[in-house]
């Protein structure tokens, strides 16, 4: 039976970072020993350089020019030597005993995926905290996924899912892809509680920022056919959940109402991206 000794020793960690300084206190919390990637994207020179001044150990720097999440963890994921690949944000931070919580939940399977607590200082990150709690944490939601961070799977297990880890392509909701690959294959996914890692406090304009992106990654992932067509009805639905949990957990009407804040917001990305693309296509076209 192998131990969770060499499972750990057979896993590396994978973080994009562009110019984040909060890194450095990611790279801190890691505390087992494992490989560490991280995988510059479109970063300064002088960022870059920044990375030489970490000592704790040994680390495996990867640079890309171009700016791209799907791009970032591929090339991390190529670099990696371990078996496994853990991935991770550099703005989150491991708590104590959550690396190897991953590793002893992964068992025989393919993946397992821990929680992201959001911090809060403040009443608007607050708001954030709580609604990203109702609606991404398996604890809340019964329904554990494969989106990230944090997210540990065998590296090898692509292969059933069309023999890549992300395309590069997609400039957001990379994960989403990654996640519907994944159920296409049957591959199942343990959630593992004890594998938390912390979040920034995150403001509202930079939750809904995130979303608007994410929606218009989801137009680009239509437009490439890795993503299905978005539906009225499934988005309606998704958020009627949402609030239902967040009314029955909390009984705060404002934070209940934010869900639908989001969702607008996505859609708001969605038709952006919609309108510069028809902008953007040859006349020859005919703007159909």
Known sequence: MTSHE????????VIPVKDDPLIFRCLESVDEPVEVVVVTNGSTAVFVKSLASFERYPLEVVSLEKPGIGAAFNAGAEKTSGDFILLMDSDCVFTPGSIRAMVTGLGNGDFSRGRTVFSSHNWATRMTARTREYTEDALRTRRP?????????????VRQMGGYHFDPRLAWREDRDFELRRRSAGLPVAFVPGGTVIHKPLSIRADLASVRSYGAGQHQGERLGLLP??????????????????AAGTWNPLLAVYPVVRRLAFVQGYRKAARIHAASRPASDGGS
Request: net charge positive; no cysteine.
């Open 6 to 13: 060499d499972l750990i020793s057979r896993t590396s960690i």
């Open 229 to 246: 067509q978005m539906s009225l009805r499934h988005e309606v639905a998704k958020t009627a959940r949402a609030v239902a949990r967040i």
């Open 145 to 157: 996924n494969a989106y990230s961070p944090p997210l540990l799977y065998r590296k090898d297990v």
